[in-house]
Every structure is written in C-alpha cells, then in structure tokens.
C-alpha cells in the first residue's frame, strides 16, 4: 500500500499511553521538536495498570521518586502512592508538556509490517468506537505494551467453584462498588496484590485471610520518606528531587545486591523485621519463611507494615495450606480445615503477554519474538526502526523506560548526522549463546518467558537489569556499535504528515 493523503503518518508511531509511552512522548518533544508523533492507546483512558486497575488499595511497589520521571519532581508527600495520586502525576505530565494533542484514544493495534523498499512501517488498528480497520505510516514504531495481558488475569481452575455461593472476583476485573462490609473475604495468593488487599479490606470486612500455597519475604518501609520530606522543605521539589531520587536507587540497588550476595544474611535480617512486627509466639516460619532466597522472587513492599497492623489486630490472618476444593460457604484445604468466606478473591497473577499480542512483519515475513535476540535492552535483532520500553524487574520500572527513550533520541540525531534512514540490530555471532531476559522465578514468569524475546551473552545483547550498567550503556555510551546496522538509503515515499491528530485521514481496510 503506497502513502497517501488518506493515510495519518508520522515519524514516530508510540503505542501505548502509560507510563512508558508517556516517557518517550515527553523525550520526543524534548530532543527532537520537529519530529511529528502520535501515541495509539486501546483503551479509553491513559495510566496503563495505574488506570485500569480498581481493587482496594492499588498502589506502587516502588517509590514514587524512583519509580518517577526523571524530568519531573514527586511532590506528593507519600513515597508509596495509590494509584489514583500516581494517574493525577501522569496525567500533569501530559498537560505540562502539551501531549494530549497527540493522544489517540480507542486504537488498538494487531500488526505492524515494515516496508525495506517504502522504508516505512505500516501500523493496522481496531478503531474501538465503530470496530473499523484503521491504517497509519511511520518511520520509526515505539511499543510500549508492558508484559501482561490486559483483557484476563491468571486464574488456576479450582475444583467445585461452581458450588461455591458467593462471589468469586479476579483483581484485575474488580467490580464497581463492591460492597464487602462485615462479610468474610478469603485472598489467595501471596504476592504484591495479596499483601496490598489484606489490610485495604481489613478495615471494612469482617476479616480478611490471605490464603497461600508457601510464603513471600516481605520488607517494609515508611510510606512517607522523613528525609525526603526534610530535604522538599529546605531546598525546593526541583533541587530535592535528584538528592532522593539518587539516594532512593542506592538503597534499593544495595539491598538487591546484598540479598543476592549474601542470601543467609540477608533472610535473617528479613525475618527478623517481620518477627519484630508481628506478636511474640507469631509462627513466622511457617507464614513468612519463604523455600527460596531473597530476590529470587520481587521482594514484597509494606509500607508502613500495615499488613502486619492488621494481623496483630485481629482484623486479618495468614493461613499456609493448599486447596482441596470451593465448598458452598468457602474453601476445603488439604489439611482437612474449612476457611468460611462470603468473597473469594483470586489474587493468583498476571499473564504474560509479548508485546500485546502485535504480529510483527518485515518485508512479508512475520517475527517471531522468541527467536529474537534483545538489543541494548531496547531494540530486536533483524527488526528496523523498532524499538520497546521494558522496565526492571528489581527495582523501579521507570528508570530504564527513561534511559531507552533518551538513548532513542540519541539514535534518531545521530542518523539524521550521518544521512541514515533505517537501523537494524544483527547478530554477528550465530553460536552465542541466549538465555532469558528475565531471571526470577515467579509462576506467571515461568509461565509466560516462552513467548518473549531472549537476552545474549555477548556485548550489546546482555541484560542484566542493572540500572548502573544501563546507565553507562545508554546515557553515556556511543550509539554506533558495530552490530547495528545502518543504511543510508534516500526516502523514495515522502510522507504526508499529519500534526498532533488521528481523527483524519485513517483509511479503512476491507
């Protein structure tokens, strides 16, 4: 299909409006002003998790002034914030920056086919409001999809949950105003979502049991940071900022380091925090001495120890079993014990998703992403003019997502300096060896790595979720590397741009 005038095209295509999307619109507008570009979102709202998901409680597990843009101060006075307060922040960013002008609400994107001779990609999406396929051209293709599956959650099949009288609920499909006042609530799972619902719902329920299968190691810090708080008093959010935001990375990349080095240590200065929490006689190992070492999973976040608040107030309690089957008024365990519920929520994980599902083509050939090896944390072996935001998994998301896109700016200026119109990552060495580019041992992980791309173990194709490294890599080393490729081809197809909309000229497809 040539360009046309019926065809909205851009020099960047973005997709998605969370906050990785966010961060390279901002970038874009930032480094490179002339460029034209748009961000297609599937749903009707910006945020990505932060807007889609409603259950008690939401909020980051990580501090906001890592987890934060680099370009933009957290002032909240919370360092672990609902995601309400974490929606208002995004949605600022937008407006100081005079983005929403390129927000494309209600596409959702299915495949892309980059075009070596038109040297373009090709983007087809659903126009969610009439169902109608939508067409659009770029020079260069951002997917900023996270890794989960947006439309379902992970939920295990339970024997006899059609028996089971009340309601079963995913907290990924929480619904509107659910009333669960005096009721019995049964939770199962142990990660980030179970620990954040436990002492949410505490207050209102009757009680509230986190049922697991084994235990997560837990840490807790203050929801608001006395420090940061002191230094936003005496020096202004914009001289703070940087102060905390470095000495929030330090003491974050310490304690990774410090479990995964010396993982005994580590385990009892863990249990012994918890220890310290909870009643005297609490049997911590059984409910919180997990079978792994520290970091070999994400460590679970509780500000302020609010989980353990509410167990050692009587609100709330933590049973260790395994599921025989759903009974009429709640759970069977293995162990013979019947936990009465009148809501059951499955706080049982996410899916793994590549990519939103995006069926990628060059020239014809569709991609394959397990076959693909990451490029510099960011871009696809033998895909052009592609690059993905994918944040750490032991520290705040944001900071890579912030790094990739400067460093995409970077790439951008350096091309047009020498007259390319396309790059490409290539793999010099066929028999290096690839592994996976996530490392922890979680089952939505274990689950999901299949469908990903692989890391190398070579020069630019090792990931190693290291933000000291990224840093190096990205903010202060050459963009030229002698395994991507560029070609400096004249455009043959000039494009017929379209500033800041898409609601004109989309062409529909049959």
């Not at 307060?85 to 100081?96: G, K, N, R, S």
């Not at 059609?162 to 659910?178: A, C, M, T, V, Y």
């Not at 007259?419 to 979680?442: Q, T």
Request: proline share 5%; charged share 20%; glycine share 6%.
């Amino acid at each position: 299909m040539s360009t046309s005038d019926q065809i909205a095209s851009f020099d960047v295509l973005i997709i998605g409006a969370g906050i990785s999307g966010i961060s390279a619109a901002y970038h874009l507008k930032k480094n490179r002003p002339n460029d034209t570009f748009a961000i297609l979102e599937g749903r009707n709202a910006i945020g990505g998790t932060w807007s889609q998901f409603k259950y008690p409680g939401i909020r980051s597990d990580s501090d906001m002034p890592s987890f934060g843009f680099g370009f933009k101060p957290w002032t909240h006075k919370k360092a672990i914030a609902q995601a309400s307060v974490i929606c208002d922040y995004l949605q600022e960013t937008i407006q100081e920056n005079d983005i929403s002008k390129h927000i494309c609400f209600g596409y959702h994107v299915n495949q892309a086919e980059f075009s070596s001779e038109e040297q373009l990609w090709t983007i087809t999406a659903v126009k969610l409001e009439d169902k109608s396929i939508v067409s659009f051209k770029a020079r260069f293709l951002l997917l900023n999809t996270g890794y989960y599956d947006y439309q379902e959650g992970f939920s295990p099949k339970f024997e006899g949950t059609e028996k089971f009288k009340g309601q079963i609920i995913h907290p990924q499909h929480w619904p509107e105003n659910l009333d669960y006042s005096n009721k019995k609530v049964v939770v199962i799972g142990s990660g980030a979502t179970a620990v954040t619902l436990l002492p949410s719902m505490a207050g209102k329920a009757q009680h509230v049991t986190m049922l697991q299968r084994s235990p997560t190691y837990m840490v807790s810090f203050p929801a608001v940071d006395p420090i940061a708080c002191m230094l936003n008093k005496l020096l202004g959010y914009e001289k703070a900022y940087p102060i905390i935001r470095k000495k929030n990375i330090a003491l974050n990349r310490a304690l990774y380091k410090a479990c995964r080095n010396y993982p005994q240590v580590m385990k009892k200065l863990l249990l012994a925090d918890v220890r310290r929490r909870l009643p005297k006689g609490y049997d911590v190992d059984t409910h919180f001495t997990p079978r792994y070492n520290p970091w070999d999973e994400r460590l679970c976040l509780v500000p302020d120890g609010d989980l353990f608040k509410s167990i050692s107030e009587g609100k709330a309690s933590v049973v260790t079993d395994r599921i025989k089957q759903f009974t009429q008024d709640g759970i069977l365990l293995e162990s013979g014990k019947n936990l009465d519920a009148d809501i059951i929520v499955t706080a049982t994980g996410l899916n793994m998703l590549a990519f939103s599902r995006i069926q990628l083509s060059v020239d014809g050939k569709e991609v394959q992403y397990p076959d693909t090896t990451i490029f510099k944390s960011m871009m696809l072996s033998d895909v052009p003019n592609l690059a993905f935001a994918f944040g750490y998994t032991n520290i705040a998301w944001t900071l890579k997502v912030d790094l990739a896109w400067e460093h995409f700016c970077r790439l951008l200026d350096y091309m047009d300096a020498n007259g390319y119109s396309i790059f490409k990552p290539v793999v010099h060495n066929p028999a290096m060896k690839r592994v996976p580019f996530i490392d922890l041992s979680p089952g939505y992980v274990q689950r999901g790595l299949a469908q990903f791309p692989m890391a190398g173990t070579e020069g630019p194709w090792t990931l190693q979720h290291a933000y000291e490294h990224d840093f190096e890599r990205l903010r202060n080393g050459p963009v030229f590397d002698k395994e991507l490729q560029f070609t400096n081809i004249a455009q043959k197809n000039k494009l017929t741009v379209v500033k800041g909309t898409c609601a004109k000229p989309l062409k529909a497809q049959a």
